[in-house]
């Protein structure tokens, strides 16, 4: 590219900062944005209380087991822990889902779900739904309640 009037060289100077996260590096922009969307985090700790809780409900609704006790006495568990973690699988599926794609409700944790949550649905998704955004949540709103202005017009 050079000819009358050309520099030889061009130099682009783009502002960019590198920071680390463990073992891989992450573009920071001038304004603090990232260039790549983070990865999920996803709780292993939450995600192998539900697997369990759903194998032991399994075992408890086939029989192979009795109790809760017996479940504690196979796994080598305290038998309230067990007692305690079959109460995940009442959990909504969208709930669920959120939970092993790694975006579950802010501070969502295995101590706080294992102190309880209301077992309707709908009451789960108000409580713990992994939606954060308040625009979101305002757009859900606005769904809902558009859904309830129509749909007294269509029983009639």
Known sequence: MSGPGLPDCITVHVPMTFRKHGW????????????????????????????????????????????VTEIAAREKINSSYVSRLPRLTLLAPEIVEAILDGRPAPGMTLPLAMKGFPVDWKGQRTTLSPITNSHEKKQCHNIQRSMDVVSPDLAE
């Open 24 to 67: 891989r590096q992450q573009v920071i922009a001038p304004n603090g944005e990232t260039w790549a969307p983070p990865r999920a985090r996803i709780d292993s700790t939450m995600v192998k209380a539900l697997a369990r809780a759903f194998r032991w409900r399994r075992m408890l609704e086939s029989g192979a087991v009795a109790t």
